[in-house]
């Protein structure tokens, strides 16, 4: 009987997904997915609207590494903020997203029987990506409550057998940012070892308190050997267009389009015209972006605070990891799910984020995204407030 391939038989349905429907079966606020409950910022999308409806070829396809226009304005961004000189031409990708540009740059850069390190907590779709390249994921934990990782155990991850990292920063889950020490330890070692660095920043605008983001790709000698993915979806709420890049060294990103080619060839075509205008918007925009998103963390902290959730003040993303263990006996997937059925909110269990030998880490643990309006976080707080003297404590 015809049966579906190997590579993906031990892939379960995704956590997101699950989680999604049972919020949805119980009319929970959902601070699960990280998707947005508002639109993004009108003129952006009037932009799109407008290259649907210009004609001039709009509407078919882009050129397969991206529009021109928006292949500057990556590059144009790159140098604004971060001083970083990119080539428009050989060394930017327009990809259908960040989870695709990841991927691609593993398919891209990685060969089969190769080691690629992975921090955890993760973004779900890493792994899977490693093992459809037929490579082997090393994992280097994060540790509660400060998020850090062991400077021994990051060492003792790279061997010769190493390719890659997969590094995060802002990171989801945690709400790290992490320090200029903290890279350099990681820089280091890519420079002993020669392994290059993916480095996913979808969240490079949201940080907080002074924080400040800082990509690998602009520390000493690491330029050459880091690709680096974003998008249009977290920094402009417009998460459902899909539209995320890849900039590096052509050397690099000349294997990442190799594979591009034949992955998904190109991306849509008028949503890109209205990123090359996004990302060309003066720096006031992301100072208040990032102002909004400061008040919807301090709400969430507020209403987390108040149900005895122990959390990190979060210095970047919009995602908090908070610790259950006073109001809660049972595991994360346990507690995600109480709190989806009986005190509607709909929360994700981070041991979906860990390798199962270091899942124990964060079994008390539980991702919430603040990425909502602030009327649904003040309401998903007083609804929190009922974990007080409420099942388990």
């Excluded at 050397?251 to 190799?258: K, P, S, T, V």
């Amino acid at each position: 009987m015809s049966t579906y391939a190997k590579r993906v038989a031990g892939f379960a349905t995704t956590i997101f997904t699950e989680i999604n429907n049972l919020a949805a079966q119980h009319n929970a606020i959902n601070l699960g997915q990280g998707k947005p409950d508002f639109d993004g910022p009108a003129d952006i999308i009037n932009g799109a609207i407008g290259a649907l409806q210009a004609g001039a070829l709009r509407n078919q396809y882009a050129p397969g590494i991206g529009i021109p226009e928006l292949r500057q304005s990556i590059a144009n961004h790159s140098n604004r903020f971060y001083g970083l000189d990119v080539d428009p031409n050989g060394g930017v990708l327009v990809t259908p997203g960040t989870t695709v540009a990841v991927f691609e740059s593993i398919i891209g850069l990685v060969d089969p029987g190769d080691e690629v390190i992975v921090i955890e907590p993760f973004f779900d779709s890493y792994v899977p990506g490693i093992l459809m390249a037929g490579a082997k994921p090393v994992y280097v934990p994060l540790h509660p409550p400060e998020w850090t990782f062991d400077p021994d155990e990051l060492r003792a991850a790279f061997n010769p057998n190493t390719r890659a990292i997969i590094f995060n920063s802002p990171h989801n889950p945690t709400g790290r940012v992490f320090t200029v020490e903290e890279m350099t330890m990681i820089a280091d070692l890519c420079k002993e070892f020669d392994v290059t660095v993916i480095s996913d920043e979808v969240y490079e605008h949201l940080v907080f308190d002074g924080a400040q983001h800082i990509p690998i790709a602009s520390l000493p000698g690491m330029f050459e050997r880091t690709v680096t993915c974003s998008s249009l979806g977290k920094s402009f709420s417009v998460t459902g267009w899909k539209i995320g890049w890849i900039y590096g060294p052509n050397h690099l990103m000349q294997g990442i389009w190799q594979g591009h080619q034949f992955i998904t060839f190109a991306a849509n075509h008028p949503a890109q015209v209205a990123a090359a205008y996004a990302l060309s918007l003066p720096g006031t925009y992301f100072e208040e972006f990032q102002a909004m998103y400061t008040v919807k963390r301090d709400i969430m902290m507020q209403g987390m605070n108040a149900a005895g959730l122990k959390a990190l003040t979060p210095e970047g993303t919009y995602f908090v990891m908070a610790d259950f263990s006073d109001v809660f006996d049972g595991d994360d997937l346990a507690f995600a799910k109480y709190l989806t059925t009986e005190i509607g909110v709909a929360c994700i269990p981070p041991t979906f984020f860990y390798s199962d030998p270091h899942k124990n880490i964060v079994r008390k643990q539980a991702r919430f995204a603040f990425c909502k309006g602030d009327d649904t976080l003040r309401e998903a707080g007083a609804r929190l407030a009922k974990l007080r003297g409420q099942n388990g404590k």
